[in-house]
């Protein structure tokens, strides 16, 4: 079978900004990660970040334990503050963030766990209409329908991103 797929890359610009002893994930620039992640974070380990892309994200939480009541991510989101904490973030994930909403991670001086990876995904990438649709896999593709050389019939799509 023949077709296409057009996948748009991230751009050069990482969705956060970091202060403290927190990390950009290197597999992924949406994501962000406690110090040493998947490894313990340590004692008194603190940082801060914000989102800075214009628009709203949906926060996608892939890991979290730390240790419930005293290691703590704070969301600060419309005047309101959060905590998680645990390994149960109700509430974090789905969360819609945008460029003011920051968290807050602080641990204390006592017991220390694997911590957490955080990603803010972009709800939408792709505005597609026509033949062709965009990929349930990974929302950042497109893909023409599949033909074969056979296949007289003609496709139109038109896309753009957002």
Not at 1 to 14: E, H, V, Y
Not at 150 to 160: G, I, K, N, Q, W
Request: include cysteine; aromatic fraction near 8%.
């Amino acid at each position: 079978s023949r077709g296409w797929r057009i996948c748009a890359l991230a751009n050069d610009q990482l969705p956060w900004v970091i202060t403290g002893n927190c990390h950009h994930d290197e597999s992924d620039a949406d994501c962000v990660t406690s110090a040493y992640f998947p490894e313990k974070y340590d004692n008194e380990d603190r940082c801060y970040m914000r989102q800075i892309q214009q628009q709203p994200r949906t926060l996608e939480v892939t890991a979290f334990d730390t240790e419930r009541n005293f290691d703590e991510l704070r969301v600060k989101k419309d005047g309101l503050s959060m905590f998680f904490s645990g390994n149960d973030p109700v509430g974090l994930r789905g969360m819609t963030i945008d460029n003011e909403t920051s968290l807050t991670w602080e641990s204390d001086d006592s017991i220390v766990s694997s911590g957490w990876r955080i990603c803010a995904r972009r709800e939408r990438v792709w505005s597609v209409s026509g033949d062709c649709s965009i990929d349930s896999t990974d929302s950042r593709c497109i893909s023409s329908p599949s033909h074969s050389l056979l296949d007289a019939t003609s496709h139109h799509c038109s896309m753009h991103t957002v």
